[in-house]
């Protein structure tokens, strides 16, 4: 899919930060290129193939989940410390993640005495980091996530199991019905293809261009009906 850079001259609020969040196979990492082609931004964006222990955490997550989570927070901080150490308030970026969300996953696959080492680890490392202008949230149900996880046929990924997906989904609805570091646009995604569909891709985009005109406040619902696509 193609898309055009935009001309926001019109629009009262521009985030210069904006993340996409969400589960395992709900489509952030390509909305984050699709949002960065039209507004004409740069993306930072997770890099799970460089880390050592995913796969061996899909195999075998109890044995493998302090070094992948420990890999992925030191990965996601110099990202964004690259960003703070060139000017924020003047560079654009997107990104397919959280900071924030971190300890998400931490909670979900670490022991007691592992959480409390990471949570040692990340306050130290996460001090004074820029906070998105913008958080988008993709909601799917787990049933979707499966799908799309077992669609895109990613090796590693073949052995996520759908109990997994569940806890996950249901750590990230608890995590963002409580966050309010930064506004939040929540998208349920069950009916948006926006790997192949530029009608789909459009429809959040406009939803995306109402807000920057009409701030609603600092949570935002997006809830497309199969009629409407």
Not at 49 to 78: C, H, I, M, W
């Amino acid at each position: 899919m193609g898309t055009k850079v935009l001309d926001f001259s019109q629009y009262k609020k521009i985030p210069k930060f904006i993340a996409v969040e969400g589960p395992i196979g709900v489509g952030k990492t390509t909305l984050a290129k699709l949002l960065a082609e039209s507004f004409g931004y740069n993306t930072f964006l997770e890099k799970p193939n460089e880390n050592p222990f995913l796969a061996d955490f899909y195999q075998n997550p109890s044995q493998a989940a302090l070094g992948t989570q420990l890999f992925f927070l030191f990965q996601r901080v110099k990202q964004i410390q690259e960003i703070k150490q060139g000017d924020i308030f003047f560079s654009t970026r997107v990104s397919d993640f959280l900071l924030d969300k971190d300890k998400l996953f931490a909670k979900a696959t670490l022991s007691d005495q592992e959480l409390k080492l990471y949570e040692q680890i990340y306050d130290y490392l996460s001090l004074d980091l820029p906070t998105p202008d913008l958080v988008i949230y993709l909601q799917a149900e787990t049933k979707t996530l499966h799908e799309r996880v077992m669609h895109r046929g990613i090796e590693m990924e073949k052995s996520v199991s759908y109990e997994y997906l569940e806890l996950l989904n249901e750590s990230y609805k608890e995590f963002f019905f409580d966050y309010d570091r930064s506004p939040v646009l929540i998208v349920n995604s069950d009916y948006l293809d926006l790997e192949s569909s530029m009608g789909d891709y459009d429809l959040l985009l406009n939803k995306l261009l109402d807000y920057f005109n009409k701030p609603e406040g600092s949570k935002m619902y997006f809830n497309p009906s199969p009629a409407l696509i």
